[in-house]
Every structure is written in structure tokens, then in C-alpha cells.
Nanobody, 118 residues
Framework: QVQLVESGGGLVQAGGSLRLSCAAS???????????MGWYRQAPGKQRELVAT??????TNYADSAEGRFTISRDNAKLVYLQMNSLKPEDTAVYYC??????????WGQGTQVTVSS
């Protein structure tokens, strides 16, 4: 399996932007076993929820709350980004990177805190 490290979180005012990055490391075999990467988030007292995913073929999927404001992209097999614009206080959460493998196993990063002030 790969190791995932997120970065780019922080404190921003409502209406601002942040870009999250997720770097995957591990064996070449593990890296190319990833069929989809994604971002999830978990706010205090709430369940973890999907934000956006991108497949190895570049197909993307967004939660309704992210559609039109967030953009997920990949630089290569090892780097995934989440550009977040027009941030709202309700976007405040810990954001986690996820890698889904061809065998349906997955890996999670440690998470990065995003705080949006009103």
C-alpha cells in the first residue's frame, strides 16, 4: 500500500481559496494499483463525507456541496490536488486524502485541517 501525506490546509476567511495537496509514496506496483483517489472531510460531530474523487483515467465526481466551487486534479500517479474556491464556514473540517486500489482496498492520509472564518 501507499502512504498518503496531505498539505495545504489552514485558516481562511469566507469567500477565500485554498489548495490542498496529497502526495502518494510507495512501491511502483502499489502506486499503479491505485484506480481512484479522492478527498473526504470530517467536521466535528459529523461523519466523514465524500468531497471529490478522480479516477486513474481522469474521471471526476463531486459532492453536491463541492460542485462548482472545488476542483480535483492529478499531476501524475502520485499527486492529487483539491482547489477550493468560494469557501464557506460550513466547509470547516479535517480533509483526508484517500487512495482506492484495484483490489478495493484503500489507504488514508492523516488529514489536514481547513478552517473557514465568517
Amino acid at each position: 500500500q501507499v502512504q498518503l501525506v496531505e498539505s495545504g490546509g489552514g485558516l481562511v476567511q469566507a469567500g477565500g481559496s485554498l489548495r490542498l495537496s496529497c502526495a502518494a509514496s510507495g512501491s511502483i506496483f502499489s502506486i499503479f494499483s491505485i484506480r481512484r483517489m479522492g478527498w473526504y472531510r470530517q467536521a466535528p460531530g459529523k461523519q466523514r463525507e465524500l468531497v471529490a474523487t478522480i479516477t486513474s483515467g481522469g474521471f471526476t465526481n463531486y459532492a453536491d456541496s463541492a460542485e462548482g466551487r472545488f476542483t480535483i486534479s492529478r499531476d501524475n500517479a502520485k499527486l492529487v490536488y483539491l482547489q477550493m474556491n468560494s469557501l464557506k464556514p460550513e466547509d470547516t473540517a479535517v480533509y483526508y486524502c484517500n487512495a482506492l486500489y484495484n483490489n478495493n482496498g484503500d489507504s488514508w492520509g492523516q488529514g489536514t485541517q481547513v478552517t473557514v472564518s465568517s
